[in-house]
Each structure stands twice: as structure tokens, then as C-alpha cells.
């Protein structure tokens, strides 16, 4: 039997302030934010999937749905939604190429052809 990790007191915090109001959106970002830190991968999918449905336009939105996908092992969800993410205006690309979060997503086939779109449309 798998043993279950304890969550930090952040994590159960920020946990609770979600609880009493869904759409606060700066605690859903912390908690997200823990979730990863921890190693609570599925949870921190779910709550950037919500951040996501609650500010759509947002590219620091998408982009930190494209780390939890990767993290999760859905890499080519994680390929969109760091193209929606850098189409909504995200443009730290020296961070995409070392950001741990998406090292599976460098390895895809298809992200050497869209990182080399995005460098001639910058340039």
C-alpha cells in the first residue's frame, strides 16, 4: 500500500481559504503553487484547470497549466496549452527551455518545430 503524503500546513491554509470562496483566485494560485512544490501533482492539474476557466486571457494562467500537465505525463496537453500560452503573450522563452516542470515537453517531437516558430516571429 502506497503511503499518503501529509500536507503542509500551507497547503491546507490555502486549502481552506478555497473552501469558504471558490473563485479567490490568489489563494487558488498559492495553493496551486504548494500543491506542485509538494509533489501533489494531480491536485495542482486540478487547480489550474479551474484558474484557467476563471481568467481564460491569462498566459501565466496557461503556461502553469502546461507544467502540471507535463508533470502529470499528459505532454501533448502540455504542448497546447504552452502554445495558447505564448499566444496569449507569455514570453519568457529563456525560462521554457530550462524550467524543470516541463522537461518532458522539451523531449516531444513536435517542440523543437514550435519553439523554432516562435524565434523567428520574435526576432
Request: aromatic share 12%; proline share 4%.
Amino acid at each position: 500500500m502506497k503511503k499518503k503524503k501529509k500536507k503542509s500546513f500551507e497547503i491546507r491554509f490555502y486549502e481552506d481559504l478555497t473552501k469558504g470562496n471558490p473563485r479567490f483566485i490568489q489563494a487558488l494560485w498559492c495553493l496551486g503553487d504548494a500543491y506542485t512544490r509538494d509533489g501533489f501533482y494531480e491536485e495542482g492539474l486540478e487547480v489550474d484547470r479551474k484558474l484557467v476557466r476563471l481568467k481564460p486571457e491569462d498566459p501565466v494562467v496557461h503556461y502553469n497549466l502546461a507544467c502540471s500537465l507535463s508533470l502529470v505525463g499528459h505532454i501533448g496537453q502540455a504542448l497546447e496549452a504552452l502554445k495558447r500560452a505564448v499566444l496569449l503573450g507569455y514570453s519568457d522563452f529563456s525560462y521554457i527551455l530550462k524550467d524543470p516542470d516541463l522537461e518532458s515537453v522539451r523531449n516531444h517531437p513536435h517542440f523543437k518545430g514550435f519553439f523554432a516558430r516562435i524565434k523567428r516571429l520574435k526576432l
